[in-house]
Each structure stands twice: as C-alpha cells, then as structure tokens.
C-alpha cells in the first residue's frame, strides 16, 4: 500500500513569526513597506493565489468597528513561491492584479494603529481558477468573485501596537 503524502500550505515571513510583533519598518512608524513572504505546499489544481492582508481590530481592540484592509493582490501565479520585502508595483509575479486597500490605493498600507495592539492577518488563498480583471476590487468585491474557487487557505498573523 502507497503512503500518502500530505502537504501542508503554509505562508510565512522572514520579517516576523507568527503571532508575534511586526517591525516597525513595515508599518506607518518605519518605513511602511511590505514584509517579505513566503509560502509552501500550494495545493494541486491550484491556478492562482490571492493574498489579502486586513486588520480586525480597527479602530480599537476593546471595541472593534470594522476590518481595516491594508493589501490585496490577486492572479498570482501558482509558480510563486515568495513576495520580497518591499515589493514594488512593477516586481510583481506577471499576470498579478491588485485590488484597492482602504486608504483607497493599491499596494501595501502598513500598520498604523491608533489605539491598542491589533492583528494583521496575512492571508494566502489558493484558487482553482484564474479570476477575472476585476478593475482593482475592493476586498468585497474579490472575496465575492473567490466563492467556490477556494480549494485552501493559509494565514500569518502579526501584531503591533504604536509607541509614541
């Protein structure tokens, strides 16, 4: 009888671990750029990956109000493997679309929270279909257009709190 090999998708960062503080070069006190990101065991079928990165702690931990949205990409390639530190608009894997975040923008916001320590969930979807040109969706908008797509999901989770 044939053993049966599992993979398990993972997403990490050389930035930071998981559950841990994000360095302040990557959020509104730094330098404010994307952390770098890794990811392995993309499951079979898979045609694309979207990465969606949100804080559900905003404004306030004690008393959340919303989900900030910080980055959103999408059509990744399933070849893939990683994101560098810093990552730029035109260093992005071909064929990635980017949606908007909710300073209204594309790429990456950092964390900048006003109160509290909060969560930053990074998070890694595999899909089983290359989506659409969605014209820069917002976070809705792509998580609408994903539905029945999703065949895994990974996810990294960082924390800050600002010292001033």
């Known amino acids: ?40 065991g993309i499951p079979e079928g898979t045609k694309s990956l979207v990465l969606i990165v949100d804080d559900p702690d905003a404004p306030d931990p004690a008393a959340p109000k919303m989900t900030w949205v910080h980055w959103v990409l999408y059509n990744i390639p399933p070849s893939t493997t990683a994101l560098a530190e810093g990552i730029s608009e035109k260093d992005l894997p071909p064929g990635t679309l980017q949606g908007i975040n ?15 320590t909060h969560r930053y969930f990074h ?29 895994a999901q990974a ?5 800050y709190q600002r010292h001033r």
Not at 103 to 116: L, M, N, S, V
Not at 123 to 151: R, S, W
Not at 155 to 159: F, K, M, S, Y
Request: hydrophobic residues 35%.
């Open 155 to 159: 996810e990294l989770i960082g924390r």
């Open 102 to 116: 909710d300073w209204k923008r594309t790429g990456y916001g950092g964390p900048c929270p006003p109160i509290g």
């Open 1 to 40: 009888m044939a053993a049966l090999i599992m993979t398990v998708f993972t997403l990490a960062s050389t930035s930071f671990s998981h559950n841990d503080t994000i360095p302040s070069r990557y959020t509104c006190d730094g330098k404010d750029i994307s952390p770098a990101l890794t990811w392995t």
């Open 123 to 151: 998070k890694l979807y595999a899909l089983n279909t290359v989506l659409p040109d969605l014209q820069h969706p917002a976070k809705a908008t792509l998580e609408q257009a994903m539905q029945g797509h999703v065949i």
